[in-house]
């Protein structure tokens, strides 16, 4: 249409109008998500919901995915369940050969919660010379590993004297978890007539003791080693030898012992004390040496 008469004709600016809707910036590294708007397959960012006044903040779409592995609270890897739990069973496997013949085999153990389930499997790592010469003194290397085979715990034990005479020389086990870092010590603390156990932090800082009666041996019962504070004023566990019949027990050296923590106690001592009755089985429920009798409270 022609312009009116003495009316200028109006001008527009050739480039276009901005867009109202401009176009989404370039994906950034990260997590992005699909829509469908602006165009199909494209990448945008992805948003935070809408919230109405007075509402707290709301948190970004990606910032509550929890990792796959739990965050470390502290707590040695393998000792998790351990935690949780106030009492453990553990059961010396039986050997046919050690049964029969008296040949003295590396030990093996189950440890078991109190509801039967398996917790962990122990397996003494020695020479046979040493077995079967040394005995119940044997110097020996225990390594506690899960059932799928990933080790856990590491006990050593050097070999030390077992006289009541010599003060100087006793017995002791150092716990590692995992293997490599200690996390605390079994010291054996010297008194004439009782068994008597010092358990330590890695610092060899005393936190609780463990005593044992003046005969370990009880025809139809069990043998209780108290555990209590480090100043001896109250019980806070027990570790029990539970009797296993006339046959077993003189025929074999196959134990069981049950140990009770309370549940709260700190996950590294309760470790120590799975250390505490290893070494109590070798100190007096093992063969002393070519002897084949057991160790007395009086030798040890």
């Known amino acids: 249409m022609a312009a009116a008469a003495g009316y200028p004709q109006a001008t527009y600016p050739s480039a276009p109008y901005p867009s109202p809707h401009p176009a989404p910036p370039a994906p950034t590294p990260g997590f992005n998500i699909y829509s469908s708007s602006p165009g199909a397959g494209q990448l945008v960012q992805p948003q935070v ?18 990792p796959y592995l739990p965050v470390s609270t502290g707590i040695p890897l393998g000792l998790e369940y351990l935690a949780q739990i106030d009492q453990v069973l553990i059961q010396q496997k039986v050997e046919m050969v050690e049964a029969f013949i008296g040949f003295e085999g590396a030990n093996k153990y189950e440890l078991r919660d109190g509801l039967g389930r398996r917790l962990f499997e122990a397996e003494e790592q020695s020479d046979c010379c040493t077995r079967n010469c040394c005995g119940s003194l044997r110097r020996l290397r225990l390594s506690v590993a899960e059932p799928g085979g990933r080790p856990v715990l590491r006990l050593l034990r050097p070999l030390k004297c077992a006289s009541c005479w010599c003060p100087c020389c006793l017995q002791e086990l150092e716990v590692q978890c995992p293997p490599g870092t200690t996390i605390g010590h079994v010291v054996q603390t010297w008194h004439p007539f009782t068994p008597k156990f010092s358990v330590q932090d890695a610092n060899k800082q005393t936190v609780l003791r463990v005593l044992g009666p003046c005969c370990v041996f009880r025809c139809g019962g069990d043998v209780n080693f108290e555990v209590k504070t480090s100043d001896e004023s109250r019980g806070v566990g027990r570790i029990s030898k539970q009797w296993g019949g006339l046959l077993k027990e003189v025929f074999t050296d196959t134990d069981t012992f049950g140990i009770q923590f309370p549940i709260d106690l700190d996950v590294k001592m309760k470790a120590v004390l799975l250390g505490a009755c290893f070494l109590i089985d070798y100190m007096f429920f093992e063969k002393a040496g070519h002897t084949g009798q057991r160790s007395t409270v009086l030798s040890s």
Do not use: E, L
Request: charge should be negative; hydrophobic fraction near 30%.
């Open 49 to 66: 919901p809408p919230q109405a006044f007075g509402d707290p903040p709301a948190q970004h779409p990606h910032s509550a995915i929890t």
